[in-house]
């Protein structure tokens, strides 16, 4: 039976996977689209980014400029529940 921590892995798995299809697809909104209004992006040598508004405009005048290919494997993750509870997978 899938518990609720389950279920949040596979989300953040399948989250990922849409992120690196978006990124390597090089389309832009689907990339975006995929961020939260609160979203937080902390670039390498970049201020931090506290919004996707903030990501939309640092980042759509060069996307295009980036040969993206990205996918995502991810092996160890650690996640939290409502009541705090964690669980390694």
């Known amino acids: 039976m899938e518990t ?3 279920s949040k892995f596979t989300a953040g798995r399948e ?5 690196g299809a978006a990124l390597t697809s090089g389309d832009f909104e689907r990339w975006i689209s995929l961020w939260t209004e609160a ?4 670039a390498p040598d970049a201020p931090t980014r506290t919004s ?3 990501i939309r405009a640092a980042m759509e005048p060069v996307f295009d400029l980036y040969d993206h290919k990205m996918s995502v ?3 160890d993750a650690r996640l ?3 009541l705090g509870r ?4």
Do not use: V
């Not at 989250?15 to 992120?19: D, I, T, V």
């Not at 979203?39 to 902390?42: F, H, I, Y």
């Open 4 to 6: 609720k921590l389950d």
């Open 15 to 19: 989250l990922l996977e849409e992120y």
């Open 39 to 42: 979203g937080t992006q902390m």
């Open 52 to 54: 996707r508004e903030e």
């Open 73 to 75: 494997h991810p092996r």
């Open 80 to 82: 939290t529940d409502d």
């Open 86 to 89: 964690s669980a390694q997978l």
